[in-house]
Nanobody
Framework: QVQLVESGGGLVQPGGSLRLSCAAS????????MGWYRQVSGKQRELVAV???????DYADSVKDRFTISRDNAKNTVYLQMNSLKPEDTAVYYC?????????????WGQGTQVTVSS
């Protein structure tokens, strides 16, 4: 059983910063990709940023140069540093991992953490 525990969401003013964390625990083998997605009520979940085990990262165009994803493989933890936050960044942010298991590769999702950017 794999669990993802997210933390760091909250309310912040426009221009402010937040740092999200997500720690994976349980029967953890090799984690290939770790990342963050976000979802606004009534809209599809969208990619924010992912970081692969090899070190490469991808970002949504809307967050490039403002958000930075990092991971600590020893701690099975992924972080998202969010700077210069805008009201349109308001969403529920979900942690995601792609994990090697005996029967194949499996995706796991966190429970979500609310980020609200408002004055």
């Amino acid at each position: 059983q794999v669990q993802l525990v997210e933390s760091g969401g909250g309310l912040v003013q426009p221009g402010g910063s937040l740092r999200l964390s997500c720690a994976a625990s349980g029967s953890i083998g090799t984690i290939y990709t770790m990342g963050w997605y976000r979802q606004v009520s009534g809209k599809q979940r969208e990619l924010v940023a992912v970081r692969r085990r090899g070190g490469s990262s991808d970002y949504a165009d809307s967050v490039k140069d403002r958000f930075t994803i990092s991971r600590d493989n020893a701690k099975n933890t992924v972080y998202l540093q969010m700077n210069s936050l805008k009201p349109e960044d308001t969403a529920v942010y979900y942690c995601y991992i792609n994990l090697a298991e005996p029967l194949g590769v499996t995706d796991y999702w966190g429970q979500g953490t609310q980020v609200t950017v408002s004055s």
